[in-house]
């Protein structure tokens, strides 16, 4: 599987950016997809995941309220909906899969995803 993730930019604190990670290779509705964000100096962290199987999902506190998660299976793309951005947002953002199935606990650890896109950049202003 690869994913690649587009769809970062410059934004005004406040304002709204969607993230795409279109994956290809295979199918990802059997995939757990998850979405984590890395800022300077900082350990890469999780954002949200979603299980296709039960249409389950997962925010970081952070995030919570703000950011959504969706896919589009005829794309095989996910999307990060990310409104009322702050600058602590600013982060390189990775898009991530996975095939096996974890307790739920793991899919918030970076070892859970096996497949990863080589990161989006936003940047939000304040």
């Known amino acids: 599987v690869q994913l690649q993730a587009f769809g970062g930019g410059l934004v005004q604190a406040g304002g709204s950016l969607r993230l795409s990670c279109a994956a290809s290779g295979r199918t990802f509705i059997t995939y757990t997809m998850g979405w984590f964000r890395q800022a300077p100096g900082k350990e890469r962290e999780f954002v949200t995941y979603v299980r296709w199987k039960g249409g389950i999902t997962a925010y970081a506190d952070s995030v919570r309220g703000r950011f959504t998660i969706s896919g589009d299976n005829a794309k095989n793309t996910v999307y990060l909906q990310m409104n009322n951005l702050k600058p602590e947002d600013t982060a390189v953002y990775y898009c991530?899969?996975?095939?096996?199935?974890?307790?739920?606990?793991?899919?918030?650890?970076?070892?859970?995803?096996?497949?990863w896109g080589q990161g989006t950049l936003v940047t939000v202003s304040s």
């Open positions: 991530a899969a996975t095939g096996r199935n974890w307790n739920s606990g793991s899919y918030y650890r970076s070892y859970a995803y096996h497949y």
